[in-house]
């Protein structure tokens, strides 16, 4: 089992940055690719970022391309989502995961966390 804890959300304006991070427990030893997920009021879960366990690969949703980062630090078991740029339409409660398939489907993640609440206002 794997227990994930997201923190970093907030309320921010338009144009501001935030740092979300996301800190494992558990098996950490198992090389789970990580990602970054969000839903918007409304909306469906949709996929954000993920970034392979040794950090070398990423893969960004067109939408936050250019402007957000996902990295990690495994010494920590921590992810982070490095957001840039935000617009209201980033806001949502975003959500982290892990799985042994990096893919932009909610089904290829085996762990998840609470969610931590982004808004942003205009």
């Known amino acids: 089992q794997v227990q994930l804890v997201e923190s970093g959300g907030g309320l921010v304006q338009a144009g501001d940055s935030l740092r979300l991070s996301c800190t494992a427990s558990?098996?950490?030893?198992?090389?789970?690719?990580m990602a970054w997920f969000r839903q918007a009021p409304g909306k469906e879960r949709e996929f954000v970022a993920v970034i392979d366990w040794y950090g070398a690969t990423t893969t960004y949703a067109d939408s936050v391309k250019g402007r957000f980062v996902i990295s990690r630090y495994n010494l920590k078991n921590t992810v982070y989502l490095q957001m840039s740029g935000l617009q209201p339409e980033d806001t949502a409660v975003y959500y982290c995961?892990?799985?042994?398939?990096?893919?932009?489907?909610?089904?290829?993640?085996?762990?998840w966390g609470q969610g931590t609440q982004v808004t942003v206002s205009s």
């Open positions: 995961a892990a799985g042994l398939i990096g893919s932009s489907s909610q089904r290829d993640y085996d762990y």
């Open positions: 558990g098996r950490t030893n198992i090389q789970y690719l």
